[in-house]
Nanobody, 120 residues
């Protein structure tokens, strides 16, 4: 079993920055990817960014390219999402997900989510 715990959400003004963290525990030795997804009110959950756990390759949604950066600390089993130049449309609950099989688009495990609110 795997547990994912997100932190770092909050309220920020448009143009500001936040850094989210997600710490994994449990069966982490065979993890393939960790990623971030978000769900705005009244919308479905969408992909934001992902990182291959061993190689470090990164993937981003077009809407966040150039503004968000995903990174990892293998020793701490933690993934980060640095969010800069935040916009009101970035307001959502952000979820961390990890995969052990399949693609980064379909995590096997999810965190509980952390709220990010961007005020305009």
């Amino acid at each position: 079993q795997v547990q994912l715990v997100e932190s770092g959400g909050g309220l920020v003004q448009a143009g500001g920055s936040l850094r989210l963290s997600c710490a994994a525990s449990g069966r982490t030795f065979s993890m393939k990817t960790m990623g971030w997804f978000r769900q705005a009110p009244g919308k479905g959950r969408e992909f934001v960014a992902a990182i291959l756990w061993s190689a470090g390759s990164t993937y981003y949604a077009d809407s966040v390219k150039g503004r968000f950066t995903i990174s990892r600390d293998n020793a701490k089993n933690t993934v980060y999402l640095q969010m800069n130049s935040l916009k009101s449309e970035d307001t959502a609950v952000y979820y961390c997900g990890s995969t052990y099989s399949g693609t980064y688009y379909h995590p096997d495990y999810w965190g509980q989510g952390t709220q990010v609110t961007v005020s305009s």
